[in-house]
């Protein structure tokens, strides 16, 4: 006599269960890399903007309230730092003009700091910038 049953087997269940955790824990581990990535190339872009703003800045010569003379703008940050600051190089003092931050945790490697001049037009202080979370 032949048995017909209805269901699956506990081992069957077993294999599914086991596969369907595999599949679970492999797109979890690829979407936070994925993640990491698209925050470390956020953080790029926003030092990029507070490069071309400063360069925008410098090259109309636009002074904040209280600078005398404007040599330039200053983009800046420091090993392990979380923020770039944008600073008006002033004859007189500095001011600080904007801060900005980088997503997700991710931290500069090395020290930047870049001028902008404004006469001149030309940049001190080219150098690669390079992030990490």
Do not use: W
């Amino acid at each position: 006599m032949i048995s017909s049953s209805k269901g699956f087997s506990l081992v069957e269940m077993l294999i599914v269960i086991t596969i369907f955790v595999l599949m679970t824990g492999g797109a979890v581990v690829s979407y936070r890399s994925f993640s990491q990535r698209e925050q470390v190339l956020q953080s790029a872009k926003n030092i990029q903007q507070s490069m071309r703003f400063a360069q925008k800045k410098a090259r109309v010569g636009e002074k904040p309230a209280g600078c005398s003379t404007l040599n330039g703008y200053i983009v800046s940050g420091s090993t392990n730092s979380t923020t770039i600051t944008l600073t008006a190089d002033c004859s007189n003092q500095d001011y600080q003009v904007t801060t900005s931050t980088l997503v997700g945790g991710a931290r500069l490697v090395a020290n930047i700091s870049t001028t902008f001049h404004v006469i001149t037009g030309g940049v001190t202080g080219t150098n690669t910038v390079r992030t990490r979370l």
